[in-house]
């Protein structure tokens, strides 16, 4: 049982996901063409996905219950760890998740 | 195009898995791939509507992840410009990241702009991309129930972010905003109704903005991930 199963929540939640979609792939294509994409604003929009997708990764991957969790148990980072070493290698996205996954399982059985 | 189907329907596969192991309940994933049709955004707020996190938290994650879009919008408008509203509108739904990144490696030069070829190349491409990834990711969403929980498939969620991750470490106002991020976000990670993962972006990209050298508006990167 966890939030995904309040159906109003979930609705509300797909609704405005949906939109952020909309809204964004729309943007210059919908605005007068008399509006343009000031360069300094270009820049800061450049490195806002990289930094969202980590503020999510980081702590799911380095702490657990709310702590910092820097330790050789922590499976998961291991996991994650080894995982990007390899797709920044090989650039291959079934390797690496097959990596992954066999590094964290290993790990977990035998660690 | 057929490489690039390929890759789609690999990210496709992993991202309905990772959506129902990762909590979501088989028709609420199904909703999502179809409606959202934005693979790292979906993966990024993944965790967030597990936790109940408040709406605005996970529209604003959703809407930081997706500002790539907005670039990409910027880029290729002139191609677009000459159709009505309702094409345009349309075109710019399916203009994510692989529909961009061929298309203006295809026309990014093209002298004249907002053709009927242009345009067919375009929905040609957007639509294979459109069918392999909503196929892939309802098959991933109806497989991943016959999977044992015990293959760690949680991690898969991370796992297919790290993927779109990793080609972003490239440039050092970028890594070191996204390191300053990292930090910031296990430091707040106690912060009430995530405001934490809000601080933390904004201070990543302001470090990133400020790091960056006074020239480079001309090298602008393009980042096709999915």
Request: glycine fraction near 8%; proline fraction near 5%; include cysteine.
């Amino acid at each position: 049982m966890n939030a995904t199963s309040h159906w109003g929540y979930m609705s509300l939640a797909m609704v405005g996901l949906a939109l952020t979609t909309v809204i964004t792939r729309g943007s210059f294509f919908m605005l007068p063409s008399s509006v343009t994409l000031p360069s300094r604003l270009e820049r800061a929009l450049r490195y806002a996905p990289a930094c969202a997708l980590t503020a999510i990764v980081a702590p799911g991957v380095f702490t657990r219950h709310g702590s910092l969790f820097l330790s050789v148990h922590n499976n998961q980072m291991w996991a994650v760890l080894i995982a990007a070493g390899v797709f920044a290698l090989k650039r291959n996205m079934m390797l690496m998740m097959a990596v992954g996954m066999a590094a964290f399982t290993l790990l977990r059985l035998f660690a | 195009m057929a490489p690039a189907g390929i890759a789609i329907a690999a990210w496709g596969l992993v991202t309905g898995v990772a959506m129902v192991k990762g909590g979501l309940s088989v028709p609420m994933a199904l909703a999502m791939t179809i409606v959202v049709f934005a693979g790292s955004a979906q993966l990024a707020v993944l965790p967030l509507l597990v936790s109940g996190a408040p709406l605005p938290i996970v529209w604003a994650t959703a809407l930081l992840v997706n500002l790539r879009f907005v670039i990409f919008a910027a880029a290729t408008r002139s191609y677009f410009s000459g159709l009505p509203w309702k094409q345009r509108l349309f075109s710019s739904y399916l203009n994510g990241d692989v529909g961009f990144a061929l298309f203006s490696g295809r026309f990014g030069n093209a002298s004249e702009r907002g053709n009927p070829y242009q345009w067919g190349f375009f929905y040609g491409v957007a639509t294979v991309n459109w069918l392999s990834w909503q196929a892939s990711s309802v098959a991933g969403i109806l497989l991943a129930g016959l999977a044992p929980t015990d293959w760690g498939l949680e991690l898969a969620a991370v796992l297919a972010l790290v993927a779109v991750l990793v080609p972003m470490v490239r440039r050092l106002p970028a890594v070191l905003g996204m390191i300053v991020t990292g930090v910031l976000a296990v430091a707040t990670v106690r912060m009430p109704l995530k405001l934490g993962l809000v601080v933390s972006v904004l201070a990543g990209v302001l470090v990133a903005v400020l790091l960056e050298p006074a020239d480079s508006s001309a090298a602008v990167e393009k980042q096709p991930t999915q």
